[in-house]
C-alpha cells in the first residue's frame, strides 16, 4: 500500500470519527452509577481505591474508598439505602465521568450525598463549566437519604460530570458519602389552558430513584444557577424538597413541592401580567401522609397582596385550598411560597418535613 494511500485512509477515518455523535445518555442511572462494580481485589487496599481509572466507567482522583453498606471500623455506621455500595471521597478527592448528552438542552443530576463525620463537609458538584457547592452538614433525613439534585445546560454534545470533596480534614479519608447518581433531560416548557403559571404542578422537575425516595432536595439559586424544578426559583437559605406520589402523598398528578425548611424555605415564580389587571391565584396545600404533624401554615404573596393558609396536619395526607385575588402593578409578577413553621416527623424528631405544596395556578379574576 503506498503512502499516498495509506494517508487517503486515515484522513477519511478522522473524518468519519469527527462526524459521528455518541448518542445522549437516556434518563436514569448514569453508568455505575449506583458503584455495583467495584475495583477488582487487586485495586484495593482495604477500602482505598488504588488506581486512576480502578472504580469501573469513573476516573478517580485522591484518596476515594470504596465503601459497603453497614457497620464500620470505629463504631461509625453508613447507610446505602439504594444498594449495597458507595463511593466516600476523602481530602480534596474527585470521581468523574464523561457523559455523551444533547448539546443546548438543559439536564439535572439527582444523586444521594450524605456527610460520615461530625465535621462540617461540603460537596463540589461540576458540569459543563457550571459548578455548585452543596453544604450537607444538614441532615433531612435520618436514614442516610438524603438526595440532591443539580441542573446545567450542556453547551456541548459530551459532559464531564465531576463530584468533588472542597475539604481538609484532620483525617483524610472524612468526606461525603455518594451513592445512586441518574441524569434526566428536561422538557421544555409549555403554558397550560387556563393558567399563567408554568409547571405550576410541578411535574416536570429531576428524576427521581423509584426503588426508595426520601424526596429529592432542591438547591436554592445561590448554590445552582439553573433551576431543577423548571420555571420555579428555590430562592431561599434552605431546599425544598421534590416528592412523587409513589413514595408520599401528593394533591394531584404525579409530583409536589414539600417546604421542608420552615420560613428558610421558599419558591417563587415571575408571571406574565397586565398592570392594573386582577387576578386569581389559587394552590394546594397539605401534608404528604410521611408522618409530617402539628400547625402548618403556608403564606403566599403576588403583587402588594399576602395570604395564610392553615392546615392542621394529623399526617393522613389531608388537602385543602387557597385563594389570592391581587391587582397587577407591573407586566411582571412575583408568585412566592413559604412555610411559616419549622417541622419534625412525629415518630422521628432528626427528620425535616413541612406542608406540601401543588397546583398553583392564576388566571384573570
Known amino acids: 500500500m503506498s503512502f499516498l494511500t495509506s494517508l487517503c485512509i486515515v484522513l477519511y477515518l478522522a473524518h468519519i470519527s469527527s462526524h459521528t455523535t455518541a448518542i445522549p445518555t437516556p434518563d436514569g442511572m448514569l453508568p455505575n452509577g449506583n458503584f455495583e462494580l467495584g475495583p477488582k481485589p487487586s485495586n484495593l487496599k482495604k477500602t482505598m481505591i488504588i488506581g486512576k481509572y480502578s472504580l469501573p466507567k469513573w476516573e478517580i482522583k485522591g484518596i476515594v474508598e470504596y465503601i459497603s453498606g453497614g457497620p464500620q471500623p470505629g463504631g461509625f455506621y453508613f447507610a446505602v439505602p439504594r444498594g449495597t455500595h458507595a463511593a466516600r471521597l476523602g481530602n480534596e478527592a474527585s470521581i468523574s465521568q464523561y457523559v455523551p448528552v444533547e448539546a443546548g438542552s438543559t439536564y439535572s443530576l439527582t444523586f444521594s450525598a450524605t456527610r460520615t463525620c461530625a465535621q462540617d463537609e461540603k460537596l463540589m458538584v461540576h458540569a459543563d463549566g457550571d459548578s455548585g457547592e452543596l453544604p450537607i452538614q444538614t441532615l433531612y433525613s435520618t436514614d442516610g437519604g438524603d438526595t440532591y439534585a443539580y441542573a446545567f445546560k450542556a453547551i456541548r454534545s459530551t459532559v464531564k460530570v465531576t463530584f468533588h470533596n472542597p475539604g481538609i480534614q484532620e483525617d483524610p479519608t472524612c468526606g461525603p458519602l455518594l451513592d445512586a447518581i441518574a441524569i434526566k433531560k428536561m422538557p421544555p416548557l409549555k403554558y397550560s389552558a387556563g393558567n399563567f403559571v408554568k409547571n405550576g404542578n410541578f411535574e416536570i422537575g429531576p428524576y427521581v430513584f423509584k426503588n426508595f425516595s426520601t424526596g429529592v432536595l432542591l438547591l436554592p439559586k445561590i448554590h445552582d444557577i439553573i433551576s431543577p424544578l423548571p420555571g420555579w426559583i428555590v430562592e431561599s437559605l434552605k431546599p425544598a424538597k421534590y416528592v412523587d406520589s409513589r413514595h408520599f402523598n401528593v394533591p394531584s398528578g404525579l409530583s409536589a413541592i414539600e417546604l421542608v425548611g ?99 395556578k392564576v388566571w384573570f379574576y
Open 262 to 360: 420552615g420560613r428558610e424555605t421558599a419558591i417563587a415564580q415571575i408571571i406574565r401580567t397586565i398592570p392594573n389587571k386582577f387576578y386569581r391565584l389559587t394552590f394546594v396545600i397539605g401534608d404528604a401522609k410521611n408522618g409530617c404533624h402539628g400547625s402548618m401554615m403556608v403564606e403566599a404573596f403576588a403583587a402588594r397582596e399576602t395570604v395564610k393558609v392553615r392546615h392542621e396536619s394529623q399526617g393522613k395526607g389531608e388537602f385543602k385550598t387557597g385563594v389570592l385575588k391581587f391587582k397587577a402593578i407591573s407586566n411582571r409578577t412575583r408568585l412566592t411560597f413559604y412555610s411559616a413553621f419549622y417541622h419534625t416527623k412525629l415518630h422521628d424528631y432528626g427528620h425535616f418535613c413541612g406542608p406540601v405544596l401543588d397546583d398553583v
